[in-house]
């Protein structure tokens, strides 16, 4: 398969990416609008619509991201931006990217994952704690790929082994202690009801 870095194969796929949601947009009716870009900055113009605000940066390090903003924004960023995240997976099936390659985009609306980014890192350190107070594995959340591949880096930092546990949608982060290796003994993913002491944050973010 040809890398995404090369320029030529990069421009036509930002041209199917625009195609699309064009497709998607237009059908839908959603009342946003989205600029493309790569590494370098803007490389097309956003989709017409009355909005004129701009959205947040996109995630770190991607080879084109997309940014959405306007009216129906929040749309696309409720119940831990679903919608944002179906479609961006449909981008990325247009684009026949393999999953491991998936971070190669990224769709974002309103700084979301900028704020997820930051959420995901305060979680890391709050379970490195966990473990260490406890002496005991510290199971995350349910994520997504992404997320799970940013916890584990997250994690890394802090010098804890980490493993991925279950399959599908129900699969989790877990956090070992130093020098204990991962292993198949099952550790039950924890409620984010329960888990999840960063929301308030996130929230407080949005207000500033």
Do not use: C, W
């Amino acid at each position: 398969m040809n890398s995404i870095n090369d320029p030529s194969l990069i421009d036509q796929r930002i041209e199917k990416i625009k195609e699309f949601l064009q497709t998607v947009l237009t059908t839908s009716g959603l009342d946003v609008e989205f600029k493309i870009l790569d590494s370098d900055g803007p490389l097309r113009p956003p989709a017409q619509s009355n909005a004129t605000s701009s959205a947040a940066a996109p995630s770190p390090s991607p080879e084109i991201s997309v940014e959405f903003s306007g009216p129906d924004a929040p749309l696309l960023t409720a119940r831990n931006a679903e919608l944002l995240h179906a479609i961006e997976h449909l981008a990325a099936k247009l684009l026949r990217l393999e999953p491991e390659q998936h971070d190669r985009i990224s769709f974002d609306a309103e700084g979301f994952k900028a704020l997820r980014i930051r959420e995901l890192e305060l979680m890391a350190q709050a379970g490195a704690e966990r473990v260490r107070a406890t002496r005991r594995p510290y199971a995350f959340p349910p994520m997504n790929s992404r997320e799970r591949r940013l916890l584990h880096l997250a994690l890394a930092a802090t010098g804890l082994p980490t493993a991925s546990s279950s399959d599908g949608p129900r699969r989790f982060v877990v956090a070992y202690p130093e020098g204990e290796q991962p292993d198949a003994q099952p550790v039950e993913p924890r409620a984010a009801s329960t888990h999840d002491r960063t929301r308030a944050i996130r929230n407080s973010f949005r207000r500033r």
